[in-house]
């Protein structure tokens, strides 16, 4: 007879055949590490993009997105305001977010398009992209929400939460009359 022992339970009969015991073992897991938030280098080439965008997407942290220009004086405020929430840990506790300026106004970035396939009509804009999908409901453009500190930190924790689940995405880039062209000035 084959039985099984099972913690906190009889043995249980499974079949009646030669006399075997069988016992399950438990494996403990490891801790679940602390998400930690990272800053990627300036992106100044669509490949770079695409691949902070990938690294994203694979472990499962949304990629907050600042879209500046060497000319745009708020951006020189904006990004580094940003860079030091996210270095502070801001998001980490909801699961984590990584952080990369884009350089629009590139040779490379501008040449390929890549801000139009975005969408991205002004400077500075904020967008995050939640398993690898632009996150246009919740795309900021409103310069004043970017350099308020408490906006900014609960902005970065409502993104870090989504964390591979989606939601803000807006569907596709077509969908209404613009498309969601303005983004939400929230």
Sequence with gaps: MITRALPGLKRVSLTKTSPITMSIRHFSATKENKAKNRIYTPV?????????????????????TLWAASYCNICKTVSPAIQELVNAGIGEEEG??????????????????????????????LLSFDRGEAQILT????????????????????????????????GSFGTGVFGSLFGNTR
């Excluded at 100044?44 to 907050?64: K, V």
């Excluded at 990584?98 to 500075?124: A, K, N, Q, R, W």
């Design 44 to 64: 100044r080439r669509p490949d770079d993009f695409y691949s902070y965008l990938a690294l994203s997407t694979s472990s499962r942290t949304p990629l907050l």
């Design 96 to 125: 984590g977010v990584s952080f990369c300026e884009v350089e629009y106004d590139s040779m490379d970035v501008m040449s390929s398009g890549l801000g139009l396939t975005f969408m991205i009509t002004s400077m500075p804009t």
């Design 139 to 170: 795309k900021v453009v409103d310069p004043k929400r970017m350099t308020d500190r408490e906006w900014m930190k609960e902005w970065i924790r409502t993104e870090a939460q989504k964390h591979g689940r989606g939601g803000g995405g807006g």
